[in-house]
């Protein structure tokens, strides 16, 4: 197979589709592998490191799309790409086809086969093409919080890990998910005093099991949740519903309880944040003051450090990439039950129920696609 790799071309896009391990894998695989010159630079990966690992270097997009039986991606196509897409194409990537219509009709119009990452599974009911961005936000929560907390920003003027004679910060972390877990264990590796309240009971008992000398657990109900954030120096956000916009867990009024120029830091943002006063920032204007608090809302955290997250994201898309291009899609994801949940649009049908119901589109279910 043909794989092709172009530039991200979304705003403040650094990460790659690809990198040179997973081209140089496909090509030991026997495929071939043409990557847009300069596609890795943003996350450190010259075009050399492409031509060592055996790919070939295309100059535009155009030629990627034109010469490639499968595009490997990091964001959704954008309007431009998704004019280049044609039938019987398969497009890899993310693509969160439930808000964005446009986009769906454009994938539909277009014949090609796209298997969106975030909706791909494992055996554990988890998301494994998600869960490497979930890890990366999550150790990056406390770094940026820290930063948040600095007097110069706006914060409270406290070091996480206090010093000799003076305390630690205090973080509570709301979700003990990928994100929070990863965020409590940098938060305490920093000296902070970690808290991460749950709602949910088996997920606190794997956190106790596992932390329990690292940090604390407590039950989410409002009552311990506005105790814990009344007394905090910086409060992460990291919960998930599945498929909902994030409940609001603190409302503006709540602020007022908290030390002025204490730090929120929501990660949840990218679901609509859980904070009654969160907006999204981006990274160039990160941080912004609601009552004498510091929010940090960017929605894309795992883009400020796009060399780890571009690894990360190909170490978890390599297995499937491979099997996509080694077998065709069609076996790929018939041996797969994993993969097939990854089908969203096949030649010109929506495949996937979820965002069939978010825009109401009829689905054909990938069931019948693939016999
Ligand atoms: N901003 C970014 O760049 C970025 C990057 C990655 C992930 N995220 C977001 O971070 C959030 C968390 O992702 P995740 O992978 O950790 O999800 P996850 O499913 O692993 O964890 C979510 C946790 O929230 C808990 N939860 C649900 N409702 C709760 C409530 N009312 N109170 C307390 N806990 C509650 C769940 O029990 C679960 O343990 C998601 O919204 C995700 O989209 C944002």
Request: hydrophobic letters at 45%.
């Amino acid at each position: 197979m043909k794989i092709g790799c172009p530039t991200e071309i979304k705003p403040q896009e650094f990460r790659v589709g690809m990198t040179p391990n997973a081209a140089r894998e496909a090509v030991a695989h026997g495929h071939s592998v043409l990557i847009q010159s300069g596609a890795g630079v943003g996350a450190g990966f010259p075009d050399e490191d492409y031509v060592s690992a055996g790919a070939e270097i295309a100059a535009t997009a155009a030629d990627v799309f034109a010469g490639a039986d499968m595009i490997v991606k990091v964001k959704e196509p954008q309007a431009g790409e998704r004019k280049m897409l044609r039938e019987g194409q398969i497009l890899f990537t993310y693509l969160h086809l439930a808000p964005d219509r446009a986009q769906t009709e454009d994938l539909i119009a277009s014949g090609c086969t796209a298997i969106a990452y975030e909706t791909v599974t494992d055996r554990n009911g988890g998301l494994p093409l998600l869960a490497p961005m979930s890890e990366v936000a999550g150790k990056l929560a406390p770094q940026v919080g820290a930063w948040t907390l600095q007097k110069a920003n706006g914060g409270r003027g406290v070091l996480m890990g206090g010093v000799p004679g003076v305390g630690p910060a205090k973080v509570v972390v709301i979700g003990g998910g990928v994100v929070g877990t990863h965020a409590a264990r940098v938060a305490a590796g920093m000296g902070a005093q970690v808290t991460v309240l749950d709602r949910s009971l088996p997920r606190m008992r794997y956190l106790d099991d596992i932390y329990s000398s690292i940090f604390k657990t407590s039950y989410a109900s409002a009552g311990n949740t506005a105790e814990l954030v009344a007394e905090a120096d910086m409060v992460i956000g990291a919960v998930l519903i599945p498929g909902a916009a994030a409940p609001k867990l603190i409302s503006r009024e709540q602020l007022g309880t908290m030390k002025p120029g204490a730090a929120i830091v929501d990660v949840a943002i990218d679901q609509g944040g859980c904070f009654e006063t969160s907006k999204a920032t981006t990274h160039q204007d990160p941080i912004y003051d609601v009552d004498g608090i510091m929010h940090y809302c960017v929605a894309n955290m795992p883009g400020a450090v796009a060399r780890t997250s571009t690894i990360a994201l190909g170490n978890a898309t390599m297995p499937f990439m491979l099997a996509l291009a080694d077998k065709g899609w069609k076996q790929a994801c018939a041996d797969d039950p994993h993969l097939l949940e990854g089908l969203n649009v096949h030649a010109g049908k929506l495949t996937y129920f979820a965002v069939g119901k978010a825009l109401g589109i009829d689905v054909t279910s990938p069931q019948v696609i693939i016999k």
